[in-house]
């Protein structure tokens, strides 16, 4: 009996060695069938990395691209003072009605204000006397050239006549044209002057309230109406890079609130006097307004000169933005890539971008520089 379970016991231990030896020989052929996974393997250098699969990443060749000198300042929307016009009230009175507001566009002729004038009321009753008086003289000048073809007057009283006649029509226009001045109509007598619009636009100031006082000229303008179809850019350039800026270089103008759009203008004027504590000059560029500047608006330009330069253009995929930098992966051996710094300029057709330092036209670089920095992450 004894032996009978030595037996078994030994048979049992032969089956279960058996069935895990089957288990660890199934284990190790599911491993060798599963892909081998990237290896990555940092050098003392943090920006050199080995690679056990390299064909996983698509490679792409850094190409020159000619282009001109650039340089990137920053400026400011401004109106153009040509096209800002203030608005007067040379009528002297009360401020009764302010139909426009700081900010409004408004059209040419279009009322803004209306003013209760004295000076309207005293124009009117000038230009009324002067019609009488012009009436009178000549009914006289009628009556004289009758009495002188008869015989009955001298022909100096007729010449006389005929100057009072003459200066009675000239008083009428001084009045008539005086109405016109001061805002008035002479057919429709009124003490209200309406205020115009000179041109159209936007109001960018405005001096004036609801029964606020008028002293004509003596007083600040009630509005300034300024057109914005076409702006100017005031940029401020140190005098270190004033060699590259010239009058009628072009100009590439990139806003603050729009950084995916573009806009293009030409500069027109450089100052002649610099700023004594920044020591920079006022740069103009001007352009045509696309619907989106506003008064103010912060901008980026970006000035290009007449010299060429050539720069290295990529894949705008191979330009990895990290902790405010930019860096391309560039291959140095058939496993080995160096994570470079460079400067990433303009974007460019076609999904390419320029780049201004940092890489030299040749070398090929990761096409996605962000499925790079994963893996190494990883």
């Excluded at 078994?8 to 089957?22: D, H, K, R, V």
């Excluded at 003289?137 to 001298?154: F, I, N």
């Excluded at 009675?168 to 205020?195: C, F, R, S």
């Excluded at 890539?337 to 070398?363: C, H, K, W, Y």
Aim: hydrophobic share 40%; net charge negative; charged share 25%.
């Amino acid at each position: 009996m004894r032996k009978r379970k030595g037996y078994e016991t030994a048979a049992l231990a032969l089956l279960c060695g058996l069935f895990f030896s089957g288990c660890k020989e199934e284990k190790a052929d599911s491993k060798a069938e599963a892909p081998s996974p990237v290896k990555v393997e940092q050098e003392q250098h943090v920006n050199v990395v080995q690679v056990d699969h390299p064909e996983q990443f698509s490679l792409t060749t850094a190409v020159a691209h000619v282009s001109t000198s650039q340089l990137v300042v920053n400026g400011v929307v401004s109106p153009d003072i040509s096209r800002t016009v203030p608005v007067i009230s040379l009528a002297v009175g009360r401020v009764v009605e302010v139909k426009a507001r700081l900010g409004d566009a408004v059209k040419k002729g279009q009322v803004l204000l209306r003013v209760q004038s004295a000076d309207m009321s005293a124009a009117f009753s000038d230009y009324r006397k002067a019609l009488a008086d012009e009436q009178l003289s000549r009914t006289q000048l009628e009556r004289s050239k009758l009495l002188y073809d008869k015989g009955a007057v001298s022909l100096n009283d007729l010449q006389i006549a005929q100057d009072t006649e003459d200066k009675a029509k000239t008083d009428v226009e001084n009045t008539k044209a005086k109405i016109h001045v001061l805002g008035g109509d002479p057919d429709h007598p009124d003490t209200v002057v309406d205020i115009r619009a000179p041109i159209s636009g936007v109001i960018t100031e405005q001096q004036v309230t609801n029964a606020a006082g008028v002293q004509g000229l003596a007083s600040p303008n009630p509005f300034t109406i300024s057109d914005l179809s076409n702006v100017w850019i005031l940029c401020d350039v140190y005098e270190n890079d004033l060699i590259n800026v010239h009058i009628g270089n072009s100009a590439e103008i990139r806003l603050n609130a729009y950084p995916d759009k573009t806009f293009t203008g030409r500069i027109n004027n450089v100052g002649p006097i610099l700023d004594p504590s920044l020591r920079t000059a006022k740069v103009r560029i001007e352009l045509k307004n696309p619907g989106v500047m506003k008064v103010g608006m912060f901008v980026s330009a970006t000035l290009h000169g007449l010299k060429k330069e050539t720069h290295t253009a990529v894949k705008a995929s191979a330009i990895l933005h990290l902790h405010d930098r930019d860096w391309v992966y560039v291959q140095e051996g058939e496993k080995q890539f160096r994570r470079t710094e460079v400067v990433a300029g303009n974007p460019l057709p076609d999904g390419m971008q320029e780049i201004l330092s940092g890489l030299t036209p040749g070398p090929q670089v990761v096409t996605n520089a962000l499925v790079m920095q994963n893996t190494v992450e990883q």
